[in-house]
T-cell receptor, first 112, second 112 residues
Framework: KQEVTQIPAALSVPEGENLVLNCSFT??????LQWFRQDPGKGLTSLLL?????REQTSGRLNASLDKSSGRSTLYIAASQPGDSATYLC???????????FGTGTRLKVLA | DVKVTQSSRYLVKRTGEKVFLECVQD?????MFWYRQDPGLGLRLIYF???????EKGDIPEGYSVSREKKERFSLILESASTNQTSMYLC???????????FGSGTRLTVV
């Protein structure tokens, strides 16, 4: 059974720092992996999608990498800003299914 | 602007009541999903539907049922609400041919 783990559970950094959020999964037979952002009391917004054949995806200050063989993904945030404060979740989708398995998230606080 | 709309942001119901949570999407997506989100447990899939009148159990279907009579609407039903169903409920949709989820804003249900 696929399990997705995110470490750390919470992180506080000063504004301007570069930071890395980690996601690991137990079954490497994935179709793709997504990173989401969730603001307090709100739904999720998709940030980046990496297909199983890809190694990384970039959008603005965000870069997500995928190492399928080791069951790991990282989300790199450059030059963090207070507006980046949110919970970041990763989710993996197995081949042959429509559903995603989610991690429990990393709660990020960027201090001004 | 494409949307997934959940009918209520906050809901308070009594134990034993029948509860309906409604989700409507305007993107002509085939797939729709209901998740619940609890602290420390992350998002867990309750039910999903990949077509009208089709439904599949997720990881935690007990105590819930669903209805998909029209493509745009996916309803989650709590037959007899219990206090352990107090949670944030999130609806999502996606097309068959692209793996990107769009989430609603969530319904925070409290059962007293």
């Amino acid at each position: 059974k696929q399990e997705v783990t995110q470490i750390p559970a919470a992180l506080s950094v000063p504004e301007g720092e570069n930071l890395v959020l980690n996601c690991s999964f137990t079954d490497s037979a994935i179709y793709n992996l997504q990173w989401f952002r969730q603001d307090p009391g709100k739904g999720l917004t998709s940030l980046l999608l990496i297909q199983s054949s890809q190694r990384e995806q970039t959008s603005g200050r965000l870069n997500a990498s995928l190492d399928k063989s080791s069951g790991r993904s990282t989300l790199y945030i450059a030059a963090s800003q207070p507006g980046d404060s949110a919970t970041y979740l990763c989710a993996v989708r197995a081949s042959g299914t429509y559903k995603y398995i989610f991690g429990t998230g990393t709660r990020l606080k960027v201090l001004a | 602007d494409v949307k997934v709309t959940q009918s209520s942001r906050y809901l308070v119901k009594r134990t034993g009541e029948k509860v309906f949570l409604e989700c409507v999407q305007d993107m002509d997506h085939e797939n729709m999903f209901w998740y619940r989100q609890d602290p420390g447990l992350g998002l867990r899939l309750i039910y999903f539907s990949y077509d009208v009148k089709m439904k599949e159990k997720g990881d935690i279907p007990e105590g819930y049922s669903v209805s998909r009579e029209k493509k745009e609407r996916f309803s989650l039903i709590l037959e007899s609400a219990s206090t352990n169903q107090t949670s944030m409920y999130l609806c999502a949709s996606s097309p068959h041919d692209r793996p990107v989820y769009t989430f609603g804003s969530g319904t925070r249900l409290t059962v007293v």
